[in-house]
């Protein structure tokens, strides 16, 4: 019995392993360690119920107290050439209408869905500061006299 619980912890540190390094992030680090320590222990005879709450435990200790460093460990956000329009100015070529789901707005030659940071109504013709970029749409606003 002691030979298939070991296997059984080892599977899962291999699975572990696996869905770690099919990601860009830290996944299932944690499990992979807990399931580590619990294979070690199941060398020694211990019970199934022991190894059990001995993998739970683990893995909430590991999340608990080494997410806080793996998190600055792993920097800012990259930046994309998308977040490079935030504070541009834009012409809106359809009026925004939040409500109704309209609004479309060029932005170096490139048309962009565009949103109302605020909710407001923004006619066509006018210009916008953009403000954020989610996926391909563009949260503008309307420009003061400054901004134009």
Do not use: H, Y
């Not at 899962?12 to 696996?18: Q, S």
Request: contains cysteine; proline residues 2%.
């Amino acid at each position: 019995m002691t030979a298939a619980l070991s296997a059984f912890w080892f599977v899962i540190l291999i699975f572990a392993i696996i869905i770690e390094l099919s990601t860009t992030q830290f996944v299932s680090i944690w499990f992979g360690a807990a399931a580590l320590i619990t294979l070690i222990i199941s060398f020694f005879g211990t019970p199934f119920w022991l190894q059990i709450i001995v993998f739970v435990i683990m893995t909430a200790l590991l999340l608990i107290f080494t997410r806080p460093i793996v998190r600055k460990l792993g920097g800012t956000a990259e930046r994309t050439n998308a977040d490079m329009n935030i504070g541009m100015n834009a012409v809106i070529t359809e009026s925004v209408d939040n409500t109704r789901s309209l609004g479309r707005a060029t932005l170096g030659g490139v048309s962009w869905k565009a949103v109302s940071e605020d909710g407001s109504k923004i006619e066509a013709g006018e210009t916008v500061v953009v403000k954020d970029v989610q996926g391909a749409k563009l949260i503008v606003s309307k420009c003061g006299p400054e901004n134009r």
